[in-house]
């Protein structure tokens, strides 16, 4: 058992999770009337994400914020103006993406009980309330808004503590990453439960379903990395885009495909750097800072996850609304954490901004672990390119000068 246990583990994790669809599937299609035993798998994966993600969220951003090094001579500034100017288009041509090619997903019962806001004026309200909340209870509730607001107002205050306290929260933040990986090695199991639990009682359309879903994720991402990207490296830097940006596609973004981690893929990063001859001063400090808050790819995904939750439960998502969701998964992507999978623990954020339950969400959240074979590994080649595309763009625009 040791042994077969070993082996498994050993085998990657998108192999690992390819084998639990399918065995879910297979479950499904033989054995419905094992529903109770085999479904709660995926109900305990989805019962530990729940715990986890209030927590993830608040340590990692008061980390990236407290661990932030100022005063050195570089070219950051451009550097982060296009992170974010990058990430918040990502999210606008998903939102634009959503509105075009509405998709729905199939969610358990109690998606009626939502109550959609009545107006712009009801989900600013809401917003404000929720970012006021009290941090603890904003970590218990899962309010994901509170979370964010006081993990940045704590990693701010903390840019000042002793070298001995950044030790720690980093510390504390490694710990809390590892654990969110246990539970992710346990994805296989759990997909395989919800997989099973979707099969029996659905059948085989809402695989249907995801495809669909998938194709949209996949070309939306195409689109920022072989358009929107080119163009903001063309308008910073007044150059042919193409030949960096196929580049980082092919050194940094296959590789990012694969490990699907952007932190796991800084040393790629520092070493095409250097390979483009960038300034180190600059890429030292850009590539890690990109890891942590360059999420194109994660905006596209909590952006066009949020609004097939919209579609599904037939809430009317206006202009301004979709706006604010805009800078709201820009700002959320932004935490998102450097393990596989992280982009979708930080969409029940979005989806708290239409009035939808974290119950619902986390169900959401479950669909992107399902489609995750794909979505994720894109999305991470999308980020994780998108660092070294905006690192030399700005090197190059610094060079007209």
């Not at 202009?319 to 604010?324: N, S």
């Not at 029940?348 to 239409?354: Q, R």
Request: hydrophobic share 55%; charged share 10%.
């Amino acid at each position: 058992m040791k042994t077969l246990f070993e082996t498994w583990n050993r085998i990657n994790l998108v192999s690992r999770i390819v084998v639990g669809i399918i065995v879910g599937i297979l479950l499904a299609l033989t054995v419905p009337e094992a529903a109770s035993g085999i479904a709660i798998l995926g109900t305990l994966f989805i019962g530990a994400l729940k715990a986890v993600a209030p927590v993830l969220v608040f340590i990692l951003v008061i980390n990236a914020l407290a661990s932030h090094v100022s005063g050195k001579a570089t070219n950051m500034k451009m550097v982060i103006v296009l992170y974010l100017v990058g990430t918040f288009l990502a999210g606008l041509v998903a939102v634009i993406v959503s509105f075009l090619f509405p998709t729905t997903l199939t969610l358990k019962t109690g998606a009626e009980e939502i109550a959609p806001p009545s107006g712009i004026t009801e989900v600013l309200e809401s917003l404000l309330f929720n970012i006021v909340s009290n941090p603890i209870s904003a970590i218990i509730e899962a309010n994901y808004l509170g979370i964010l607001a006081w993990a940045v107002l704590f990693g701010i205050a903390l840019k000042a503590a002793s070298a001995t306290t950044k030790t720690m929260l980093s510390n504390v933040s490694d710990a809390i990453t590892k654990i969110v990986q246990w539970i992710i090695s346990l994805a296989p199991i759990g997909i395989m439960g919800i997989v099973f639990d979707i099969i029996s009682s659905t059948g085989l359309s809402a695989l249907a379903e995801y495809g669909r879903l998938i194709v949209i994720l996949v070309v939306t991402m195409f689109f920022i990395a072989l358009v929107i990207n080119p163009l903001m490296v063309f308008v910073v830097a007044r150059r042919n885009p193409y030949p960096l940006v196929i580049t980082c596609i092919k050194e940094s973004g296959t590789m990012a495909f694969f490990t699907r981690s952007s932190a796991a893929n800084i040393p790629v990063n520092m070493a095409l750097a250097e390979k483009l001859k960038l300034n180190k001063d600059t890429y030292a400090v850009s590539i890690p800072l990109g890891a942590t808050i360059n999420m194109a790819g994660a905006a596209v995904t909590i952006s066009v996850l949020t609004m097939a939750t919209a579609h599904t439960l037939n809430i009317e998502v206006d202009i301004l609304t979709a706006v604010i969701l805009m800078v709201l998964a820009a700002v959320s992507a932004a935490g998102a954490s450097g393990v596989p999978g992280g982009s979708l623990l930080l969409i029940p954020l979005a989806c708290s901004l239409l009035g939808i339950s974290d119950d619902i969400a986390m169900q959401v959240v479950a669909i992107g672990f399902i489609i995750g074979v794909v979505q994720d590994s894109c999305e991470t080649a999308l980020n994780s390119s998108s660092d070294i595309v905006f690192t030399a763009a700005a090197e190059y625009a610094k060079e007209r000068k």
